[in-house]
């Protein structure tokens, strides 16, 4: 059985925001955090957009949603921005990780459409999808169109499932509620760029904080700053609702209020720019008190333990996520180097154990020191024999995929394909055969194995597989990007150009997006009845994403 790094397998274009970017992006880009959840209509001027009439102010939490946004227009204002964003080099595509989180939305979703909290235009509109951003402070954001993006810093500082539950709760009322649609009338559409140069602002100055902050102009950043918050009310409504999502879709309740006490103690300890979520979320002791009085008389107990296998093995997939950003939300080796070696502290746990482990072998492997990473493993499996039956089996599926990647990396595809064969000899639900870390993984394999008489079989079964997965999901911008290497392979050149050009297109680059398709059907001598095939669902494509240019640029002109 065929079970590097994504990023590898599909082009990652960098697409520049419009020549006619207002004076203030420089300013825009030159912000410390990522643009929490909209523009207020207060003070556009500042932003340089023109004066506003009225309507423009914001609306009460009461009044009619013909004073914002439609469902349809925040969708479009959400895919504009992603566009510009998504091709950021720290927006990553780490399987497990994204796996994890959208594990927890999915729940939190499913929690607030039985309650209500959904209505029909906005569920069947927004693409309720949460991303990975590479940094090591501590943040989350919500977009318009139900796009949630994720700092790692974040994941690597809550200590349980909960806590980073009650955070993508609170992310997500801010949507069902229409905060950012009441906050961004149709007068102001050019604001997109703002927003995206708010967040591309914010991943540069990770890179180069020198040089961000030599952009920042003393009263206009301050102005624009000021834009950046929610209104206490919508604060309060989303502490509310997200309460009552978090508590229905089996989460802790204790959670909201244990993650506002961590981010309130950690940032007394230290005010380094490392926790912009109170920036943009500012904490009181009313809204600690008011989150804790949710729960009633409990709200002051320890909270009840809860031992069921499902809650067993989301409590040992955090910790192990949890180490996994650790590592990830910083590449460098001075930060890399002393995670290598763990030293488990007296009295933790075997949970805890396996996670230092982990860390261990994770911040090897990224340092190149396969030696290191199989000894970490080894020592993560000699502490996770000591974890319940359920935590063990979630804990070895996450053991035998970083083995398989580090032998992957080594072109040992072979050794790899066998550590998940024998972890789908042991059962127990180690290794899922479906799942999107298997299904990009069964891929790698396949496209470094040196056996030249067993590549085709094992080319077309990852083909097929992967195949179903961006039937799907289309915006999975990595299986496009490894099914194009396939599909090459097995000698359909115009499958792996649609498949390149649905790469390019995921990551944010329509025009790319447009040369593959038309470069590819120009190539074209004589084509067979498979290809005809091929040739209409291209052509099909073409016309989507040339129609998307087109508005594209209706609205840049209607600026």
Known sequence: MLLKKPSSAAPRLAKRLPARTPAWHAVAMALLVAWPLGLSAASTSDLGLPPSSSSLALPSLGDAAAQTLSPMAERRLGDRIMRSILPDPD??????????VNQSWQALLTSARQRGDLSADIDSTHAWRPFLVRERSVNAFALPGGYIGVHLGLLAMTTTPDELASVLAHELSHVTQRHIARMISEQSRESWISIASMILGALAVSRAPAAAQALMTGGQAIAIQGQLNFSRDM???????GFGVLNDAGFAPAGMAQMFEHLQQASRLTDDNSYPYLRTHPLTTERIGEARSRMGTNGFLPPAVDHSDAREMLVAQHALMSARSRVLMDPRSVSLMPLLNATVPKGASALEAVALHYTSAVAAQRLNDRGQVAASLKQARVAAAGLPKAQHAAVERI????????????????????VLSNAVAQGQGAVLLDARPELLMNARIALNMPDARDNREAWQDAATRLQTQVSVHPEDATSWGLLAALWRNLGQPLRAVRAEAEATAALGDLPGAIDRIEGGSKNVRHASAADAIELSVMQSRLRVWRRQQRDDLVEDGAR
Not at 91 to 100: A, F, G, R, S, T
Not at 235 to 241: M, N, P
């Open 91 to 100: 927006v990553i595509d780490d399987p497990l990780i994204l796996e994890y």
């Open 235 to 241: 604060e309060r409504e989303a502490d509310r609702v």
């Open 399 to 418: 053991l035998a995929l970083e083995e398989a990647d580090t032998l992957v990396d080594a072109r040992q595809a072979v050794q790899a394909a066998a």
